[in-house]
């Protein structure tokens, strides 16, 4: 493939990232499930759903990217992603609710893996792959910024109609089509080497074998697998939850909007120097500070009762999991092998998902039993000592790397 021609995908995918991150219910989509009569059991069991959905097809649509290319599986992302922001856009009534949030889910199904596998494939035929940290510490950068200012309009629109938000997102992933359709798909190194193509890669049951050889046979990809995904459930849970525990301290949706806003700003500045603290850490202090750190603001989070305290904690959580966030992607693509690779980054999507169904529902079905603040204490302290035991595994992995 022509080089100018494949370089051309940075900086696309740099706005690429831009639109696919201007999510403009990423701020309010619980309380956009209130204001329709969702009670939190039932929001706890609809997030249930779509993660489960997620864990369905993560590793088929995974293998959708290895076998017909990132792209393909991008551009099914955005089709799937317009009909899910009509339903919800359109939809009165509760069963249709339900369709947009399920095809939601199965859009991300088909980006988790194709998304940064397009980009690390790319920099790696380029003979640029050891700059993908920096790469995506910065692409990560710029996807909370977008973040940011999306849950700032976002929150605003809800206040005037919530037709606006899902408009809007309709018009986002049409822009991000357009985009994607711009992009050239790197063939990997290894697929060239072994002669295989989009016809002749593997059968899809000879790709779960490989991918579940592989998984089985490299530990240190497998612990920080887990360890990413006890994280990662546990923060998206908290920053979900946070829209309502803000929402019972008096804020209104443009003040929660505003937060988050706020909140993925100071993520951004982060996770764009995330490479710069990880040389001064290390792997594996990079590793002890996020898991030590997450667990710490939590306990504040979850125990603190004014504004002064919530939302100070609230910033410093998301501060601590945008470090590692670009930092443990890089560390898994460094073990993973290109024909293989969206398949095995869907195995890790997919743990987060099951790790989603736990927390989430967890905190949402004891909130309605007792109050969210008391839910919130309870799943700290059952899953404090997991994640610490998960993090002690994953640091024995890495040791001396």
């Given at each position: 493939m022509n080089r100018t021609k494949l370089s051309a995908n940075v900086p696309l995918f740099y706005v690429y990232t831009i639109l696919n991150h201007f999510i403009l219910d990423r701020a309010i989509w619980m309380l956009f499930l209130v204001s329709k009569g969702f009670s939190l059991t039932q929001i706890?069991?609809?997030?249930?759903?779509?993660?489960?959905?997620?864990?369905?097809?993560?590793?088929?649509?995974?293998?959708?990217?290895?076998?017909?290319?990132k792209r393909a599986s991008?551009?099914?992302?955005?089709?799937?992603?317009?009909?899910?922001?009509?339903l919800l856009l359109w939809g009165g009534h509760g069963s249709i609710v339900?369709?947009?949030?399920?095809?939601?889910?199965?859009?991300?199904?088909?980006?988790?893996?194709?998304?940064?596998?397009?980009?690390?494939e790319t920099l790696k035929q380029l003979g640029r792959e050891q700059q993908f940290k920096?790469?995506?510490?910065?692409?990560?950068?710029?996807?909370?910024?977008?973040?940011?200012?999306?849950?700032?309009?976002?929150?605003a629109l809800s206040d005037v109609n919530w037709a606006w938000v899902y408009f809007g997102k309709v018009v986002l992933s049409l822009l991000s089509l357009m985009v994607v359709m711009l992009l050239s798909e790197p063939r990997s190194v290894e697929t060239a080497a072994e002669g295989l193509t989009g016809e002749t890669r593997y059968s899809f049951m000879?790709?779960?074998?490989?991918?579940?050889?592989?998984?089985?046979?490299?530990?240190?990809?497998?612990?920080?697998?887990?360890?990413?995904?006890?994280?990662?459930?546990?923060?998206?849970?908290?920053?979900?939850?946070?829209?309502?525990?803000?929402?019972?301290?008096?804020?209104?949706?443009?003040?929660?909007?505003?937060l988050n806003g706020l909140e993925t700003w100071?993520?951004?500045?982060?996770?764009?120097?995330?490479?710069?603290?990880?040389?001064?850490?290390?792997?594996?202090?990079?590793?002890?500070?996020?898991?030590v750190g997450y667990i710490g603001f939590l306990a504040l989070f979850s125990t603190a009762s004014t504004v002064s305290l919530v939302i100070p904690a609230f910033f410093l959580m998301a501060a601590v999991i945008s470090y590692l966030e670009p930092l443990l992607e890089a560390y898994l693509h460094e073990l993973l092998?290109?024909?293989?690779?969206?398949?095995?980054?869907?195995?890790?999507?997919?743990?987060?998902?099951?790790?989603?169904?736990?927390?989430?529902?967890?905190?949402?079905?004891?909130?309605?039993?007792?109050?969210?603040?008391t839910s919130l204490k309870i799943v700290l302290l059952m899953w404090a000592p997991v994640c610490l035991a998960v993090m002690g595994w994953a640091l024995k992995a890495v040791r001396g790397k």
């Open positions: 706890a069991l609809l997030e249930s759903a779509y993660h489960l959905m997620n864990f369905l097809f993560e590793v088929p649509t995974g293998y959708v990217a290895d076998r017909y290319g991008l551009m099914v992302a955005q089709g799937v992603a317009m009909l899910s922001s009509g339900l369709a947009g949030f399920m095809l939601g889910a199965l859009v991300g199904t088909f980006q988790s893996g194709a998304t940064s596998a397009l980009i690390y920096r790469y995506n510490s910065h692409m990560a950068a710029i996807a909370l910024v977008a973040l940011g200012v999306s849950g700032v309009a976002g929150g000879k790709q779960l074998h490989t991918a579940y050889t592989f998984a089985r046979s490299n530990r240190k990809f497998l612990a920080l697998s887990v360890y990413g995904a006890l994280l990662y459930a546990m923060s998206w849970s908290i920053a979900f939850y946070s829209q309502v525990v803000f929402q019972s301290l008096g804020l209104t949706n443009g003040t929660i909007g505003l100071v993520s951004a500045a982060v996770a764009a120097v995330a490479f710069l603290g990880e040389r001064w850490l290390g792997k594996r202090g990079s590793l002890l500070l996020a898991g092998p290109s024909s293989i690779r969206a398949t095995m980054l869907s195995v890790f999507s997919m743990l987060i998902s099951a790790g989603m169904m736990v927390t989430f529902t967890g905190i949402g079905v004891l909130a309605d039993w007792t109050m969210l603040s």
